[in-house]
């Protein structure tokens, strides 16, 4: 069964985190296009702008980020996502700092998503044949800390209240993971706007065509699942179904009404 115990499960909202431009076409943009098309609004959050992702001498490193955002928005737009910030860190040094979870605390608190998805901290080893970029640890590792506790604590960065931002406790988070899933997406519909969106990263691709190393590694997770070609996921759900409905992300008292108080107004006593 794909999608976990959820059919077809849509959020609302959708932020994604990650450390270079292409993370999220080779992870999870399958996914996010088919959310999007069920009506999801999505963000993408990019820690570094890859700039010294791009193999030419001839280019400085402001000329390879403008390239490599300029490519990043492109492919965002491919799968009918409009919002791309970037924070702008140095491509190939990224560190999990303090200072990144605290940015990382101001965009959750910013667009209140539904799920954050990023990268597996975790994922060191991968295959035979590849050793995982530590820029993709340190994205995902300061992911996760901002997303859980940080993001819910009000005590916590709390002058960012001054910009009117304040606590949000996020639904869902969305690992991208092979070797610890325990949710399947089904992309089978999406996989050609996923494709899509990588050839969009020029600089990366040149005249390489993605299509049959994306759809083997789909077809190859999707190996005795229900489905043609998937994207695969560690999913943790910090809030219960019925957390979210009475309050969405919200954490203090006055934002988010005790289950008794909710029962009142539903008999038509006034609050
Ligand atoms: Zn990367």
Redesign the pocket.
Known sequence: MTDGKNQVYIPERVLVI??????IE?GMAGTIAKWVRGGAQARYILCTS?QV?IKDPNLTLEEAATIREEEQLAAAQAVGVDEVVYLRYQDGILENTLALRKQLVREIRRFRPEVLITLDPTAVFVGENYIN?P??RAAGGAALDAVFPAAGMPALFKELEAEGLTAHETRKVYVSSWQHANTFVDITETIDLKIAALRQHKSQMGDWDPTDRIKGWAAERAKGLEAQYIESFRVITLRTDEEWARCKGHVLPGDCPEPESEAEALTGSSR
């Open positions: 990650v450390a270079h431009p292409d993370d080779f890859g992702g970029h820029d993709h």
